[in-house]
């Protein structure tokens, strides 16, 4: 897990193959203006999920995994987002099998620790971390761009 300010950016293009591709795109949209929903960038090896959603309560929000994506969360507008966060390897409690056409495995399991995104900031979620995204109170519009590993 990276938890950055989006001008420290270029720090993390070699994180990944496609990491300087997806920061590049993500600095040179207006994500105000988007309009929710999926949007492929290039293909399904990086897109983003534009939304906007009330945040939910520490005990609504579930961790999740990833297999085969990164993910990079950016919190648009709102106050703050607050995000659950365990090491993959210590989950235990699952929610049902993994769903491999959607990417995500949701576990019951209580996060080891929780931080904070404010606008302007990003996180880097890999498949090694488990996350409980959407912790708060209030609106927010958010990005998440996908990133193939």
């Not at 795109?25 to 999926?38: C, F």
């Not at 939910?56 to 969360?73: F, G, M, N, R, S």
């Not at 302007?120 to 996350?131: K, M, N, R, S, Y």
């Amino acid at each position: 897990m990276i938890l950055d300010s989006l001008k420290n950016a270029a720090l993390y293009y070699g994180v990944g193959p496609r990491m300087k591709r997806a920061f590049e795109l993500i600095a040179s949209t207006d994500w105000t203006k988007v309009e929710p929903g999926i949007h492929e960038l290039e293909g399904k090896d990086i897109y983003v999920n534009v939304q906007e959603r009330e945040l939910k309560t520490k005990e609504a929000a579930k961790l999740e995994v990833h297999d085969e994506y990164i993910d990079i969360q950016v919190l648009v507008s709102g106050k703050c987002e607050s995000f659950g966060w365990s090491e993959r390897c210590a989950l235990r409690q699952p929610q049902g099998e993994f769903n491999k056409e959607k990417d995500i495995r949701f576990y019951d399991d209580v996060p080891q620790t929780y931080y904070t995104l404010l606008p302007g900031q990003f996180t880097v979620l890999f498949p090694e971390d488990g996350h409980a995204p959407m912790v708060g109170e209030g609106m927010v519009r958010k990005i998440i761009v996908k990133v193939r590993k």
